[in-house]
C-alpha cells in the first residue's frame, strides 16, 4: 500500500482544488468562446480592454461584460494603468497544469518499477514469449 | 534504475517519460500488446488493472477498470489509433462510464516509441492533454461524474 495510496490521495487532493475554487462560476464563465479566447490571450500578457474589444466583433460593453464575468470567476483580473483597464490571465491555471503533470510523472515511475520487476521475473524464470540470447 | 528522464512542458500540456530496460524491442513491444502483461503494471500499485476487451488493431478498442482499494472499479477506454509493431504505438486513454463506455471529454493521447541498442531498449511516452481539467479527470478516475462533465468546457482554454 503506503506509496501508491498516497499518490492517488494526491491527486484527488488536486482534484479537491479544483472542486473549491468556485467551480460553477468557473465553468459558467469558459462556456462562452469569446471569454476562452480572452483567457487565452490574457495568460499570455497583457491586454487592455479596449484592445481586447478590437478583436471581437462586438461593443466595447459587451467585451467588458465578458470580462467582468471572467474576472469575478478569479479567471483573470483587471488592474487600473494610467486611463487603461489591463486584464491579466490568473497564472495559477499554468501552475496547476504544472502540478499535474508532476502527479502523472509520479505515475510513470511507479509504471517504470513494475516493468521492471516483470522483467526481472523473466529473466528468472524464462518465460516462452521471450527471445532470448539479447539478455544478460 | 532504469527511468532515465521526463519532461514536462506545462503550456504544451505534455509529458514526456524516458525509460530503458535492459531486454530486446519484441519483449518491451509485448509490455502493450499482450493485455496480460499489460495488467500487471499499468494501474499502480494497489490499482490493479484488468483489460476486458483488447483489440489490438489500428482502430481496435479496449476498454478496462483498475479495482479500487476501498472496492469499487474506475473504468477507461483505449483506442489504438496506430500500430507499428515493435517501433511506435498510438492510443488514444480516455475516462468511462461503468461496463467501458466512453465517458464525455476528450481523451488524451499516448505516442510511444521503442528503439532498441546493443539488447537495451529505450520507451519513450508522450503524453498529449487538452487541459488541466482534463489531466484531473484522467488523474482522479473513479470520481464524481458530473463534475466531469463540467469540467470538459475548459477544453479550449489553453488549446487556443
Known sequence: MGGGARAVMCNRMVVDELADAAVDRIFQALADATRRDIVARSLRGEHSVSALARRYDMSFAAVQKHVAVLERAGLVHKTARGRERVVTGDPETIRRAAELLDRFEEIWRRRDLAIDSLLAADAGTQTATTEEGNRR | ?160
Do not use: C, H, N
Open chain 2, 1 to 160: 534504475m532504469t527511468f532515465i528522464e521526463s519532461i514536462k512542458d506545462a503550456d504544451a500540456l505534455t509529458l514526456t517519460i524516458v525509460t530503458e530496460y535492459e531486454a530486446p524491442r519484441e519483449r518491451i513491444w509485448q509490455l502493450w500488446s499482450d493485455p496480460r502483461q499489460l495488467e500487471r503494471w499499468w494501474g499502480p500499485p494497489g490499482y490493479p488493472a484488468t483489460f476486458e476487451v483488447f483489440e489490438f488493431e489500428p482502430g481496435g478498442r479496449a476498454t478496462y477498470y483498475m479495482t479500487l482499494p476501498e472496492g469499487g472499479k474506475a473504468w477507461g477506454w483505449w483506442r489504438f489509433v496506430e500500430i507499428d509493431p515493435t517501433s511506435r504505438l498510438v492510443v488514444d486513454d480516455g475516462f468511462a462510464e461503468e461496463g467501458g463506455t466512453p465517458a464525455p471529454g476528450e481523451p488524451g493521447r499516448m505516442t510511444t516509441t521503442f528503439e532498441e541498442r546493443d539488447g537495451r531498449t529505450r520507451m519513450t511516452t508522450v503524453s498529449q492533454f487538452d487541459s488541466p481539467a482534463q489531466m484531473a479527470d484522467l488523474l482522479a478516475m473513479g470520481q464524481e461524474q458530473g463534475m466531469i462533465e463540467a469540467l470538459t468546457q475548459v477544453d479550449a482554454l489553453l488549446a487556443a
